[in-house]
Structure formats: structure tokens, C-alpha cells
């Protein structure tokens, strides 16, 4: 999500009353997708304001609502159950954001690592009818709407927003002895960069990539996490300023130049008429390289992206082309094959008003957080071909599927047992699977 104009970076005052003025307009002039009613819901809410209540342990029951004719109970949906909603107020917090998830190598017991405004939730969702809020790693210092966690060798590394945050790590083998609710101290904090927006992290290298710091220009922070608990700041790179996002890999693609290669594939911008995919090589930390950069047409804000398993194809996503331009949920397709000449292959245009959020690929599958139009899953097995079909939906925002920064956050669609964990600013946590 974009942060302050403030602290982020400067829009002139006629962009922001621009943008100001299409929500507005668009508030004003929404028409409601389904009648609304909360007494649905006045039970569950009842139950969950107790659970808070209780210090011991922390469970939220909930009984599956199928994916009837179009809706599960007020939810727009298509192919997609609902397992479980747990509210905001079952966390005590105001706002929703990121989320990632855990699964115990042993046990298999699945975790979710919920954002939150005021910190970090551990809930656990093995099963997802009976879900365990296990405690709380709360903010290093300030509430923040923005929040980024990530995984590396069952370890959690979570940068915020908040002013002098840092990096906290959290040894996430502590929730599996847990047997009551807990507010958890973190284990260590690196405190060279303050506050940022992101984090990302290359599990095969043991590196996490700090985004959106004062460090660097806020490009991208290179920290060496093999010992999780001794973080080691190794460099970074300025040349490009801020990096919003970014996904690094180990690269296996088809242009032998780079096989083996650490890349950093980052969504850079200016907040103006800078927009473009960045991709790096940072297999030398103290020297990383640019190896190319690309823009496209229509740009408002570069936001993040993801590259396919076979790192063929690149999906980008950004933030404010539906309050600048007035187009649908829009995606954008780069192939590289070269990486030192990416090409535009195709643009995908969803069928709402929505923005896109962040997005994750897991096979020929892409998710796509798509704000006030929920969880879109689209099929991307016949890109080559320019192809992209939405297949099934869950939708957790019915008011509407305005251009409006509410909904759905972030969705994580990588565990084993097919349930997707779905933050929803507004609303919380839901729980899904697929038909």
C-alpha cells in the first residue's frame, strides 16, 4: 500500500486533490453489489468479544459457509468456501495489512503471521474451523497502518513504517510449546535503517532485502541472515532511488548469461512519471549492477510483481493507473527471456474498478489482492499465448469494487493444504480453499 504523502514521497497538490476527488466521486456515486446485513454476523461478533476476554488460550470457532449460488453468506464468491473469519476486534487491533505464513517442518502445523496496525498476530490454522490466536509481537515502537514480514529458516524478519522500528526477528519454533495466549518479545532488533516499508528475502542465499528506507537512497538494504539472530548489514544500492518492492531470486531462466545469478527484480518509482521494472544483479553485494530497466504506458505508481516458476514472465501491478487513468484492474506482463532486453508481452485488464495489490504465483495460478474486489484467482498456464482467465474470486469487501484503498490487503496462497489466509484492512483475517 502506498504510504504519506508526507513521509513517502511528494505529490503536487493538484495530483493529490486529483486523487482525493476520484474517491470521493466514486463514494458518492457507488451502487451497493448486494443488500447488506450485519445480523448475520451479531453472534459471532458475540462470541469473539468473549474469546478476547479470556488470557488462557484464545480459539475461534467457526463453522464453514459454502459458496452457494454466488455468495457465502454476504460474500460475493465464486469456487471458493469460506473456513473462517476472524475479525479485527478478536485481535484487539484497529487495521489489517500484510500477512505471511509457516508451516512446522515436523508437525505440519500451519501458521498465520497477521499484520496488524499495532503489531504482529500468530494464529494457528491447522484447523481452520478451530483457529488458535497463539499471542502478539507488538510494534518496536509506533502503531503503523504499514507493516512487511517475511520467512527465512523458521525465523519471522518484520520492518514497519513506524518511526526507528528497525528489523525485528522472531524464533518462530516459540509458538509451537505455547499453550496460552502471549504478548512475545522479539529475539533481536537491527536498528541500522529505522523505519521501511518492505522486506524481501532470497531463501536460497540467506539475504533479506530491506525496501523503502532512509538507507541507500531507499533502494534496497542487503542484510545477511544466515544466523538469523545476528543479522549482518552487507550493502545495498542507490542508483535507482526508492524500491517499493521487489522479489529476489536465484535465477534458472532461459538466458544463460545469468543462470545461477542472484536477481533482484524491483518495482521502481517516483511517485511522477518514473514507473518501471528495475532488474538487478546483486550476487556481489558490495557491487551490485544494473542490468536493465523498463517502463509502459499508463503509469502511476509501480507497486510489486512476481516472476512465473520457469522466471519467464514478470507480473507487475500498479497502484494508482485506476485513479489516474480510470482502467480496470489492470496487470502488466513483461518477458524475460533476456533479461538485458525485458519486452512488454501482454496487459491483462480485470473486470472491476478495483486496484491491485499484491500478487503471488504458485504453479500456472496467480493471486491477486485486489482491494475492494477481494481475492482474484486468474489462470496464467497460456501466457505465451496472451492469455489470462479469472477463474474463481472470494470477495470480502460487498459494499462495492470501487478505486478505493480498502479490502484486501494481502492474501498468501502457499500452503500445502490448499487454504489461502486473506488480510482484509477493514475486516480481518479470512480463510478460504478452492472447491
Not at 40 to 45: G, P, T
Not at 238 to 261: C, F, K, M, V, W
Not at 287 to 296: C, L, R
Not at 330 to 352: A, S, W
Request: glycine share 6%; hydrophobic share 35%; with cysteine.
Amino acid at each position: 500500500m502506498i504510504r504519506s504523502v508526507k513521509v513517502r514521497y511528494i505529490f503536487s497538490k493538484i495530483e493529490i486533490n486529483l486523487i482525493i476527488n476520484f474517491i470521493l466521486l466514486f463514494a458518492t456515486i457507488q451502487c451497493s453489489k448486494n443488500d447488506l446485513s450485519a445480523s448475520n454476523f451479531e453472534e459471532l461478533e458475540r462470541v469473539q468479544e468473549e474469546n478476547q476476554n479470556n488470557t488462557e488460550k484464545k480459539v475461534f470457532n467457526f463453522e464453514k459457509i459454502s459458496c452457494t449460488e454466488g455468495f457465502a453468506n454476504e460474500y460475493p464468491c465464486k469456487d471458493y468456501d469460506l473456513l473462517s473469519w476472524i475479525p479485527l476486534s478478536f485481535f484487539g487491533s484497529e487495521s489489517a495489512n500484510d500477512n505471511w505464513g509457516w508451516t512446522d517442518s515436523n508437525s505440519k502445523r500451519e501458521f498465520v503471521l497477521q499484520g496488524l496496525n499495532d503489531g504482529l498476530a500468530f494464529l494457528d490454522i491447522t484447523d481452520p474451523q478451530k483457529v488458535i490466536l497463539i499471542g502478539k509481537l507488538l510494534s518496536a515502537t509506533d502503531p503503523s497502518d504499514w507493516r512487511d514480514v517475511k520467512i527465512y529458516n523458521n525465523y519471522a524478519f518484520v520492518v514497519s513504517e513506524a518511526s526507528s522500528h528497525g528489523l525485528q526477528v522472531f524464533n518462530l519454533n516459540r509458538l509451537l510449546d505455547s499453550d496460552e495466549f502471549k504478548i512475545f518479545n522479539e529475539d533481536h532488533i537491527a536498528n541500522d535503517f529505522g523505519n521501511a516499508h518492505n522486506i524481501a528475502i532470497n531463501i536460497s542465499t540467506g539475504f533479506a532485502y530491506i525496501l523503502g528506507s532512509a538507507l541507500y537512497e531507499r533502494g534496497p538494504v542487503f542484510y545477511d541472515i544466515s544466523f538469523p539472530e545476528q543479522p549482518i548489514l552487507r550493502g545495498g544500492f542507490s542508483g535507482t532511488s526508492y524500491i517499493h518492492d521487489a522479489q529476489i531470486i536465484t535465477y534458472e531462466g532461459e538466458d544463460q548469461n545469468y543462470l545461477g545469478r542472484e536477481i533482484l527484480l524491483g518495482s521502481n518509482s517516483d511517485g511522477g512519471e518514473t514507473n518501471q521494472l528495475i532488474i538487478l544483479d546483486v550476487t556481489e553485494k558490495t557491487n551490485p549492477q544494473i542490468i536493465s530497466t523498463i517502463s509502459y504506458s499508463y503509469g502511476g505508481y509501480t507497486h510489486q510483481g512476481w516472476i512465473d516458476e520457469n522466471h519467464r514472465y514478470f507480473y507487475l501491478g500498479d497502484e494508482l493507473d485506476e485513479l489516474r487513468y480510470g482502467n480496470k484492474t489492470r496487470i502488466i506482463t513483461f518477458d524475460l527471456k533476456d533479461l538485458n532486453n525485458p519486452k512488454m508481452h501482454f496487459v491483462y485488464e480485470g473486470k472491476t474498478d478495483a486496484i491491485d495489490h499484491n500478487l503471488y504465483i504458485k504453479s500456472n495460478k496467480l493471486y491477486l489482492s485486489n482491494y475492494t474486489a477481494g481475492l482474484r484467482e486468474l489462470n496464467i498456464e497460456n501466457i505465451e499465448n496472451q492469455e489470462i482467465i479469472e477463474e474463481a474470486f472470494f470477495d470480502t469487501h460487498p459494499e462495492n469494487d470501487d478505486s478505493s484503498f480498502e479490502g484486501v490487503w494481502n492474501s498468501y496462497p502457499f500452503f500445502e493444504s490448499g487454504v489461502l489466509a486473506v488480510s482484509d484492512i477493514n475486516r480481518g483475517l479470512f480463510l478460504i480453499k478452492r472447491k
